[in-house]
């Protein structure tokens, strides 16, 4: 098992950077891939990026690819989602969440734990 809790939303600006974090509890989280995923208002989850549970490999969706970077501390067992450039359409709640697995998933059905969410509103 593992409890997921994310950090650093805000509102912030076109143009502007945020940093999400999300720390986990037990003492399993180097086991876990983990990923962010997003969801806006009057839309389904989509996928962000994903990182494996040792950290060398990592996968974004075309959307972010570029300007969100996605990295672990797993001394610290806290994941990361650095967020630059930052559009309007990236407003949405952002979730990080745990899949116990070797290898990064896009698909949110691979993925078992979740956090509550964080909401990121990015205005023009």
């Known amino acids: 098992q593992v409890q997921l809790v994310e950090s650093g939303g805000g509102l912030v600006q076109a143009g502007d950077s945020l940093r999400l974090s999300c720390a986990a509890s037990g003492r399993t989280f180097s086991s876990y891939a983990m990923a962010w995923f997003r969801q806006a208002p009057g839309k389904e989850r989509e996928f962000v990026a994903t990182?494996?549970?040792?950290?060398?490999?990592?996968d974004y969706a075309d959307s972010v690819k570029d300007r969100f970077t996605i990295s672990r501390d797993n001394a610290r067992n806290t994941v990361y989602l650095q967020m630059n450039s930052l559009k309007p359409e990236d407003t949405a709640v952002y979730s990080c969440a745990a899949a116990r697995t070797s290898y990064t998933r896009r698909s949110q059905y691979e993925y078992g734990f979740w956090g509550q969410g964080t909401q990121v509103t990015v205005s023009s």
């Open positions: 990182i494996s549970r040792s950290g060398g490999s990592t």
